[in-house]
């Protein structure tokens, strides 16, 4: 018989979804699962409810529940509770194709590796962006998969299989988002080699009251920090600098637009002060942004106009957002 794959979906107020989510993690022609749901403290009684009256119809499936602690905790629980030997992580809201993880955990075996990771579609208001990768299918050794890593090729952790080896000692930030970045940079940072599959097997289904969607607070400079973080690790021994500041810069830059579009949706001050604050990370750091041979066209071109002239650019882009918002209203989040 083929391994245990053990599939952790946290879980908050998702009711509407929960089912669908679940039905493709059971529909899938890989046999031999366990699925773990996390009730991360939902306060709807209809979702708890859910989450037990799906493990009482699916003999795979436990419903555990806790206290809020966010996704991160949320899916660390679900490790600790994991009998898999091999790991990988649903978000409630999202579904995923029915060839998902017999695909990941065939590479695995063909390649003899111990991470795979599939390709992923975003799905928003009915439109489709697929992302099949900027990659081959194919294995990537460690400097490889580093670099595409930095370049931000595959942060997500819904899109790996993970053998269970790795996670000793492995953990999400709790209480933090953009816990996927941080917890795959501790575990790729030294893995000898991983597998890619090109085809988009996961479905991130973009809801406008997800983290993406909702007002940007101050919250989400825990992606700043994270990035730091590892620029900080890159920069004392590492070939790949320019790739860790691009990541850096990047989440400045990705996050500077997004929160004054989020200012022009929802007149939101908490979202103009994180315009302010990584507006005044890039004038620092701008002598990192004309050096870094992965910032190029119009990226390099906004974040130099961010770095010398902060309220300028805030004005025109706030500007087009107000009297062209179907045109502009675009901006990354």
């Known amino acids: 018989m083929d391994d245990l794959i053990s599939i952790i979906v946290p879980i908050y107020n998702t009711r509407a979804l929960l089912t669908n989510c679940v039905k493709s993690i059971i529909n899938q022609d890989y046999s031999n699962l366990e699925i773990i749901l996390v009730d991360d403290g939902s306060t709807d009684e209809q979702t708890i409810k859910l989450c037990d009256d799906l493990a009482r119809e ?84 460690n400097l490889e998969l580093m670099r595409n890593f930095l370049l931000g090729m595959w942060h997500s952790a819904c899109t790996c299989l993970y053998d269970r080896s790795l996670l000793d000692g492995a953990s999400f930030p709790e209480g933090e988002i953009n816990e996927d970045y941080l917890f795959n940079y501790r575990i790729f940072r030294n893995l000898e080699r991983l597998s890619f599959v090109k085809k988009p097997l996961y479905h991130y289904l973009r809801r406008s009251d997800s983290n993406t969607g909702s007002p940007k607070t101050l919250r989400f400079l825990d992606w700043i920090k994270h990035t730091k973080h590892v620029l900080d690790e890159m920069s004392q021994n590492s070939s790949l600098i320019q790739e860790a500041e691009y990541q850096f810069l990047n989440s400045n830059i990705v996050l500077a637009n ?51 002239a902060p309220k300028l650019y805030k004005f025109g882009v706030l500007s087009m957002l107000h009297y062209y918002p179907e045109k502009f209203g675009h901006v990354r989040s």
């Open 58 to 141: 699916y003999s795979s499936i436990s419903s555990y529940h806790k206290a809020n602690g966010g996704s991160g905790s949320a899916r660390n629980y679900g490790i600790s509770k994991a009998k898999g030997q091999f790991i990988g992580f649903v978000d409630s809201d999202d579904i995923i194709d029915p060839t998902m993880y017999s695909t990941l955990y065939n590479a695995i075996q063909k390649d003899r590796v111990k991470v795979s990771i599939c390709g992923i579609s975003t799905e928003e208001n009915g439109n489709v962006l697929l992302d099949y990768g900027r990659l081959e299918s194919g294995t990537y050794d």
């Open 258 to 308: 997004s929160s004054l579009l989020s200012f022009s949706r929802f007149n939101s001050n908490e979202a103009l002060e994180l315009y302010e604050i990584v507006a005044d990370n890039l004038t620092v750091n701008r002598d990192m942004i004309k050096r870094n041979n992965y910032l190029k066209g119009r990226d390099r071109y906004l974040s130099l106009l961010m770095a010398y």
